[in-house]
């Protein structure tokens, strides 16, 4: 057991470890995690309304402990869901999987400290779900002590059972179905389909506005199918015996449900230890590492004979991105469900034609600065720039050996990150003339300006992730987890912008849209100019060859 020991605080150092990172980047964690907070409570203050309103519609008729067999029901469901995918990703698609094989390990004991990583992002969704409602029955219902007790030991619990059983299928599904040649699709599944789950999540919640509408029509139709709900959570024995243990009558029915509910969950851990020792190791050498396309300085120099080297870096640097399932998730995906989640969140709570009329009955000046510090915050969450470097990994040295020199391989970047960036320019550009029907003027003045802060963007990115790259990693993922880069250019165009924009906002002798755009269009021209002068005295300086 000390090896499993030892192997698990190894993985998660190396996932974990603070090892050559500033204290500034702690920092400006510690500040977005601040500014999540205001979300944060109006979370909880969602879960608190709602919860009341089910807690006294089902008070009256004794069904009130449904509420504790709905959020099990849910939260397991959740958790199954999302283990399905941190599975996937940690056990079989990690790149450092094939360097503990050799080790003298048994499977069960890779198996668990592999386990670590996942676990500790499932107890975040399980208090995501869980924590909120759980406190909030306890105080409506005026719940005694030892149910926070028991509660908070159910918690630990909570994500062992959907883990277990994930995890079981999926090294079953591995061990005897060939899925070697479609490894890097199936990572596109798998990114694709937790985007999708996130975004009809949101929706179903945004159908009807009204909560307490909401709350008294599900309590309703409880009373109505006369304790259809309780043979659910009966037919489910975890969420079953998790109810009883928290709302028993009395104590000693409430002790044998929860040693019944910890019998439970050892069982699934066994079944899941047994599964692992028999099937894991044989899965993951079933798994081939995905071929890849290499581009070397031969194939770029053939290349140049028809178009421009520093085209052809740009085509590369494209074909990467596309090719390689973790990189078109963050870099391409994430770029389309920003703009996507905007759209859930505004037109299912009001009509396109109400957002419109918004924007069009403030004043062109208004309408313009509003747009603009909205598509930054948007461009500016991209990580295409951001992993720029970072993204050639441990190859990234032989950039010395092609035919192009420092200022076109990270000028060649920066268009890279522009060019994904017009995606999610062109689908606003669709929303905002099909579905949100904008003012012409607003639209042809906001366009240009985007495609500039764009480049803008992408340089600071780029030169953000030239001074703090990541290069020794083992796994795709590595490159996206656990950085600031992103965060810290965020907050610098933000910052920057946004005391501008509120500036102009607030200046009366600033009228008209016109006058605001030429402004708009000198601030983000000034900033494109020092990026650019910045990112060649680093080259001139020679700190490329550093990294």
Known sequence: MSKTWKLIRIMLKMQYSRAGKKNSETALLIVALLFLLPLAFVYISIVQNALTVFYEALEPLGQESLIIGILLIASHVILLFVSFISILNAFYFAEDIDSFIPFPL????????KSAGPLIYLYGAAGLFFLPVFFTYGTVSAAPFLYYIVGILLFLLLPLIPFAIAGTLLMFIMRFVNIAKNKERSKVIAGVASFIFIILINILVRLNADVDAIMQDAAMFIQEQDG???WITAF???????????TAETVWNGVLSFFASIALHVAAVILFIWAGQLLYIKGVRGMNTANKSTFTGAKLAKNSSVTPVWLSYIRKE???IFRTPTFLTQCVFMSLFAPIFLIVILFMDSSSGNIG??????????????????????IGSNATSITGISREGKSWHANLFLPLNPKQILFSKVATAWIINLVTILLAVVLFIFVIKIDWTLF??????????????????TFLDFTQPKLNWTDEQEVFKSRMVGLIGLVIQLGIFGILVLLLWNLDFVEGILMTA???FVLVATGIIVMHSIINKKIKQGQHQTI
């Open 318 to 320: 494209l074909r990467i």
């Open 518 to 520: 030429f402004i708009l």
């Open 357 to 378: 009329g918004l924007l069009n009955e403030l004043s062109g000046k208004h309408g313009l600065l509003l747009l603009f510090i909205g598509s930054l915050l948007i």
């Open 236 to 246: 489910y024995p975890p969420a079953y015996f998790g109810t009883m243990a928290l």
């Open 106 to 113: 048994q499977p069960y004991q890779l198996l668990l400290a």
């Open 228 to 230: 259809l709900l309780q």
């Open 444 to 461: 042809l003045v906001w366009l240009p300006l985007v495609l500039l802060s764009s480049w803008f963007s992408s340089a600071l990115g």
